[in-house]
């Protein structure tokens, strides 16, 4: 049974920095494309990055140059730094599969704010 675990997120000024965790289970963790994804309140879940076998990465334009998304396969774990945050990153983020198939976690709950 597929499970991950979200951990890292909490309140930040703008401009601040949080490094989001995110460790799984139940899959060959080394071999999956895996992505962060985000969802705010009132809104759909959104895709923000992802990073592949080989640590091709991708991120969507509002947190390129922001965001680094990276994983450590002998760790089972995928990591989301942050930093410069803005008060339009806060959000629920959570961790999957690169399609988002899998089953979701509770997620982590982000909020940028002064």
């Known amino acids: 049974q597929v499970q991950f675990v979200e951990s890292g997120g909490g309140s930040v000024q703008p401009g601040g920095s949080l490094r989001l965790s995110c460790v799984a289970s139940g899959i060959n963790f080394g071999l999956y494309i895996m992505a962060w994804y985000r969802q705010a309140p009132g809104k759909q879940r959104e895709l923000v990055a992802t990073?592949?076998?080989?640590?091709?990465?991708y991120y969507v334009e509002s947190v390129r140059g922001r965001f680094t998304i990276s994983r450590d396969n002998a760790k089972n774990t995928l990591y989301l730094q942050m930093n410069t945050l803005k008060p339009e990153d806060t959000a629920v983020y959570y961790c999957n599969v690169g399609q988002g198939t899998a089953a979701w976690g509770q997620g982590t709950q982000v909020t940028v704010s002064s």
């Open positions: 990073i592949t076998s080989v640590h091709t990465t």
